[in-house]
T-cell receptor, first 117, second 109 residues
C-alpha cells in the first residue's frame, strides 16, 4: 500500500473562514510534507515534518499552520487566506528525511484543490 | 545557486521513443527523481537514481551522470496516456527536493 490520502479533495473558503486540510498515510513513513502547486508550476515545499517534529518551514505565512498529531497524520490549518493562496495543496510522505536510496521515495497524495473567494 | 533545467515542452508520435533531458546544479547531491503529472492530478513517482547509469522499468528508463550533472528520462513505445508533464527533481545535501519546472510532453497519433 503506497497510499497517501488527502481530504477534502476540493475546498472553497472565504477570506475570514477557518478550515483544515488533512493527510494520512499508513506506510510507516516518518517524514511528511506539505507542498503548494500553482497551475503549470512545479510543487513548492511549504513544511516538512520529520519524526513528528517540524524540521523545515519554508518561510510560509502564519495564516498556514501545520500540525502533526501523530506519525500517520498531518494537518494544515488555514485562516484568513488570500485569493492568491488558491492552489493545489499536496501532502507527501517518505520513509524518513534522509537520502537512503529508494527508501526515500516521496509519495504524493492526490491533493486538495483550494479556492479562496 | 541551485538550479534544475529541463525543456518546457516536447512533442512525439504514438509508438515512438522520446528522451527528456534534465541538468542540475545543487548544493550537494543525494539523488534524482522523475515524476509524472497529468493535468489536474498529483505527481506520481517514476524513478530514483543515485548512482551513475541506466535504470530500466518497463517502457520507462532513467539515466544519471553525476559528473555531468545530467539525467534523462527515456520513454519507449509511446502511448497517448503518456501525455503529461514530467518533473525532474534533485535531492540536495540537506535532503530537500529541488524541482525543475517540468516538461510538458504532447503525444500525437
Amino acid at each position: 500500500d503506497t497510499e497517501v490520502t488527502q481530504t477534502p479533495k476540493h475546498l472553497v473558503m472565504g477570506m475570514t473562514n477557518k478550515k483544515s486540510l488533512k493527510c494520512e498515510q499508513h506506510m510507516g513513513h516518518r517524514a511528511m510534507y506539505w507542498y503548494k502547486q500553482k497551475a503549470k508550476k512545479p510543487p513548492e515545499l511549504m513544511f516538512v515534518y520529520s519524526y513528528e517534529k517540524l524540521s523545515i518551514n519554508e518561510s510560509v505565512p502564519s495564516r498556514f499552520s501545520p500540525e502533526c498529531p501523530n506519525s500517520s497524520l498531518l494537518n494544515l490549518h488555514l485562516h484568513a487566506l488570500q485569493p492568491e493562496d488558491s492552489a493545489l495543496y499536496l501532502c507527501a510522505s517518505s520513509q524518513d528525511g534522509t537520502g537512503v536510496p529508494s527508501g526515500n521515495t516521496i509519495y504524493f497524495g492526490e491533493g486538495s484543490w483550494l479556492t479562496v473567494v | 545557486g541551485q538550479n534544475i533545467d529541463q525543456p518546457t515542452e516536447m512533442t512525439a508520435t504514438e509508438g515512438a521513443i522520446v528522451q527528456i533531458n534534465c541538468t542540475y546544479q545543487t548544493s550537494g547531491f543525494n539523488g534524482l527523481f522523475w515524476y509524472q503529472q497529468h493535468a489536474g492530478e498529483a505527481p506520481t513517482f517514476l524513478s530514483y537514481n543515485v548512482l551513475d547509469g541506466l535504470e530500466e522499468k518497463g517502457r520507462f528508463s532513467s539515466f544519471l551522470s553525476r559528473s555531468k550533472g545530467y539525467s534523462y528520462l527515456l520513454l519507449k513505445e509511446l502511448q497517448m496516456k503518456d501525455s503529461a508533464s514530467y518533473l525532474c527533481a534533485a535531492l540536495d545535501s540537506n535532503y530537500q527536493l529541488i524541482w525543475g519546472a517540468g516538461t510538458k510532453l504532447i503525444i500525437k497519433p
